[in-house]
């Protein structure tokens, strides 16, 4: 199963009760399918970038679940049919963990080889390079 983020966009007008309602629905069609809802967030009312269908502003609510791709087509177009939402958007944010926890493995990996190397030897002064070894510097 891969993992999902699912931000939607509920017109302003629409009752605390839908909202729930409409979250409750989506989420059954995401645990009827065999998926697993791992979050639910309500944002709340904010401002929209531009208008959308004559709205300035929407209730924003992001679901992650884990589900397969039939699952993810079948919840979108259920998005697209319901009269409340104004605008949805799918990420699947799998790849981007598997990508996150991959570089924290070579960082960590670096930073024991740092660790685990022996101090190097202290650098010589800018006057003792371009005077030579045999030369000793000024005081």
């Known amino acids: 199963m891969r993992i999902y983020e699912e931000l939607f966009i509920v017109k302003p007008d629409a009752t605390e009760e839908e909202v729930d309602h409409l979250i409750e629905q989506m989420s059954g069609v995401i645990t ?19 208008r959308v269908d004559k ?13 397969e791709a039939p699952t993810v087509h079948e919840f979108e177009r259920r998005l697209r049919v319901n009269d409340v939402v104004i605008k949805f958007m799918t990420v699947r944010i799998d790849e981007d963990l598997k990508r996150i926890e991959k570089r924290k493995k070579h960082r960590e990996k670096r930073a024991s080889r740092k ?24 005081q």
Do not use: T
Request: glycine fraction near 8%; aromatic fraction near 8%; proline fraction near 9%.
């Open 55 to 67: 709205y300035r502003e929407g209730e924003y609510v992001l679901i992650e679940f884990q589900a």
């Open 115 to 138: 660790a685990s190397a022996a101090p190097a030897a202290p650098q010589p002064s800018v006057a003792q390079q371009m005077l030579g070894p045999e030369m000793p510097a000024a």
């Open 32 to 50: 009827h399918a065999g998926g697993v809802v791992n979050k639910v967030d309500k944002w709340g009312k904010r401002r929209l970038a531009y």
